[in-house]
């Protein structure tokens, strides 16, 4: 798939052109597929709205259930009295908080014991987060600058948290080091053995032995 693409440094050379029409296009994808904030308002107002929707007796964790499926209509006419249009504005309107409730639940990071466990004292998760009240790239590192407005919690694709109804991290990878320190994580999970069981049980037997 990467045959033809663009180098991360062509890419970087080209988004410093303030008057070219790919810094404009890239920074519209970007937005697009991914976000570190709410859908519906501030971590606080999200908050209070799920607190609130818990109080109802018809209120489901979206944990714990499957994603609702659009309606199944293409119909953009967009009147106030369309039928149709009135579904499909009140799916985006369910997404959006499905979305949010499930944001709020698993990409808000919690400071845990493991977290600080380290000369530096510093989160290991690398929290709180650098917010940035509008998109724009920092000449000084040239580097894109994503519209980030929450400190605690980590960027993620809406379709994506919305079908997997967990945790996940999306972000862009503009640079050989990321790229290179993405795939190491990664590959260092491929040749971890898995645990014997006569290992599980010793560990057990162990335990109850003292």
């Known amino acids: 798939w990467i045959t033809g ?6 890419i970087r050379d080209a988004i410093l052109n303030p008057n070219g029409e790919f810094q404009h296009q890239i920074v519209e994808y970007l937005e697009s597929v991914h976000t570190g904030d709410f859908a519906t308002g501030s971590k606080t107002q999200v908050q209070e709205m799920m607190e609130e929707q818990e109080m109802s007796e018809s209120y489901m964790n979206p944990l714990h259930t499957l994603p609702k499926a659009p309606p199944k209509n293409n119909c953009s006419c967009n009147p106030s009295n369309c039928e149709q ?21 698993t990409h808000v990071h919690k400071y845990y014991l493991w977290c600080l466990d380290n000369k530096w004292g510093t989160c290991k998760a690398r929290f709180p987060r650098e917010v940035f009240a509008t998109t724009h790239v920092d000449i000084d590192t040239r580097a894109l600058r994503l519209k980030k407005l929450e ?13 997997l109804r967990c945790n996940s991290d999306v972000t862009s990878l503009l640079s050989g080091t990321a790229i290179k320190a993405v795939v190491a994580y990664v590959t260092n999970y491929i040749p971890k053995l898995s645990l014997n069981t006569y290992v599980i049980f010793d560990v057990i037997r162990t335990i109850f032995a003292r």
């Open 151 to 163: 400190l605690w919690e980590n960027t993620y694709n809406p379709v994506m948290t919305y079908l």
């Open 85 to 105: 249009c009135g579904e499909l504005h009140e799916w985006k309107q369910y997404f959006a908080e499905q979305v949010d409730d499930i944001v709020l639940r």
């Open 5 to 10: 693409s663009m180098s991360p440094q062509k």
